[in-house]
């Protein structure tokens, strides 16, 4: 090392102990927020402790009741909601009951529609909680069966759209953390600052059919058009580029329904 790039020795007049100039010490590494690393370290330790509750429920295929039990106890505990201030069991909507609403700050935040243990959440059970979302402009539903957690956006438009935001399997073959790292989006902490909306903004639009929009646009086929000149010499029509790339291409799936 020149003498040039060695670190500057300064002496602590109280001390008598040499240290380091403060412009070469090395920056500590930032830490997020307290009130994160305590929501973190509270759901890892609950993911952990309902692990085995919820392999010996599936295991004997408990019942709706008691899969809403073990909810509960899991949203109390592990999301860090209050049983009492945050959680209504039963909203009626409507004449109809939602499993739950949830609450933060006397504000309606989500729904939750909780299914038996060995229950496989589909589309039905996501439009039986979509409309109570609807109806009291509830953006945010929840579906779980108690392992499995899935977490919608709903935007009332013409139609109404439907955004899957995250999905974690409690009882998958993913590791702690990543669970943790889903599932935390879904904590009263989290959920009061609407962090979950950020992830929702990305999954949109770097999802299949808006990917698919634009491949679709004019300017991308315009340019797809060009390329394909300069490669092969052939002179093809937008429009047929266009029907290639549908028929072709890209799945179905991929399209708006």
């Not at 929501?39 to 010996?56: G, Q, V, W």
């Not at 949830?102 to 243990?117: G, H, Y």
């Not at 004019?218 to 002179?235: N, P, Q």
Request: net charge neutral; aromatic share 6%.
């Amino acid at each position: 090392m020149s003498e040039a790039n060695k670190p500057e020795l300064r002496v602590v007049v109280n001390g008598d102990t040499p240290e380091l100039d403060q412009s070469a010490k090395k920056s500590a590494p930032r830490k997020g927020p307290k009130w994160e690393a305590e929501a973190r370290d509270r759901l890892k330790t609950s993911i952990r402790r309902f692990n085995k509750p919820l392999s010996e429920m599936a295991g004997r295929d408990a019942n709706e009741g008691d899969t809403r039990l073990l909810v509960t106890d899991f949203l109390c505990e592990g999301l860090g909601f209050d049983k009492y201030e945050d959680l209504t069991t039963e909203y009626q909507v409507k004449g109809e009951f939602a499993d739950y609403g949830v609450r933060i700050d006397k504000d309606l935040v989500a729904f939750i529609e909780v299914k038996r243990i060995a229950t496989k959440l589909g589309t039905k059970h996501l439009r039986q909680v979509q409309a109570y979302a609807l109806n009291e402009g509830v953006e945010w539903v929840l579906l779980t069966n108690g392992a499995k957690w899935q977490a919608y956006h709903i935007t009332a438009a013409m139609p109404v759209q439907v955004d899957l935001a995250l999905e974690v399997d409690l009882l998958g073959d993913e590791t702690i953390n990543q669970k943790t790292n889903q599932l935390f989006y879904l904590t009263r902490e989290s959920l009061k600052r609407r962090q979950i909306d950020e992830l929702w903004k990305v999954k949109r639009a770097t999802s299949p059919q808006s990917l698919t929009k634009t491949i679709l646009s004019d300017s991308v086929i315009e340019a797809i058009r060009k390329e394909l000149r300069r490669e092969t010499g052939h002179k093809i029509e937008t429009e047929e580029i266009n029907s290639l790339l549908q028929k072709t291409v890209i799945r179905p799936e991929c399209f708006d329904k």
